[in-house]
T-cell receptor, first 116, second 110 residues
């Protein structure tokens, strides 16, 4: 079984401040981890993903996330928030061992507000 | 490439009415999915299709049926709509463990 917990349904930061969105996962096998972003009235877009290898993953728009197995965490960070980062962010986990069927389990989402 | 397309974009139904949500992808992906998104609930998997000709239930399949018409198309049917099915519905396809989402259908059941 796999599950995702996102701590904080709403995070508010000032423009230029550090962005930190928290995600913890549960998985019985080595997981694949994802962050997706959803802008208002749009579908979800992949921000970054961790599969294997380097635990610090860089994504689009200056975001990065670090896979910490000992803490079962995959927190998303960005050093300096921009107004255009305002969106809802979803963490997701996939623990399937293979094949073409990749079911993702999503967290409940964190709404990021950026204040001028 | 259009990616994943969904029709309609918006729909209002009365309780008990039926409708089909259409989804198509032009990326030649084998796997396709239907999710619903509700405030504070994240995305929940309704049905998925690992390949043409196969479909399986996800987390919240009750009240829905699906058809994988061919490799490109995966439709979601509500036989008798209920207010609890008011939601935003997203279709997705996948390759290399990455999901590609459509723009969504916003459905209201009154």
């Amino acid at each position: 079984a796999q599950s995702v917990t996102q701590l904080g349904s709403h995070v508010s930061v000032s423009e230029g401040a550090l962005v930190l969105l928290r995600c913890n996962y549960s998985s019985s096998v080595p997981p694949y981890l994802f962050w997706y972003v959803q802008y208002p009235n749009q579908g979800l877009q992949l921000l970054l993903k961790y599969t294997t290898g380097a635990t610090l993953v860089k994504g689009i728009n200056g975001f990065e996330a670090e896979f910490k197995k000992s803490e079962t965490s995959f927190h998303l960070t960005k050093p300096s928030a921009h107004m255009s980062d305002a969106a809802e962010y979803f963490c997701a986990v996939n623990s399937n061992s293979g094949g073409s069927n990749y079911k993702l389990t999503f967290g409940k989402g964190t709404l990021l507000t950026v204040n001028p | 490439n259009a990616g994943v397309t969904q029709t309609p974009k918006f729909q209002v139904l009365k309780t008990g009415q039926s409708m089909t949500l259409q989804c198509a992808q032009d990326m030649n992906h084998n796997s396709m999915y239907w999710y619903r998104q509700d405030p504070g609930m994240g995305l929940r998997l309704i049905y998925y299709s690992a390949s043409e000709g196969t479909t399986d239930k996800g987390e919240v399949p009750n009240g829905y049926n699906v058809s994988r018409l061919n490799k490109r198309e995966f439709s979601l049917r509500l036989e008798s709509a209920a207010p609890s099915q008011t939601s935003v519905y997203f279709c997705a396809s996948s390759e290399a463990r990455r999901l590609y989402f459509g723009p969504g259908t916003r459905l209201t059941v009154t």
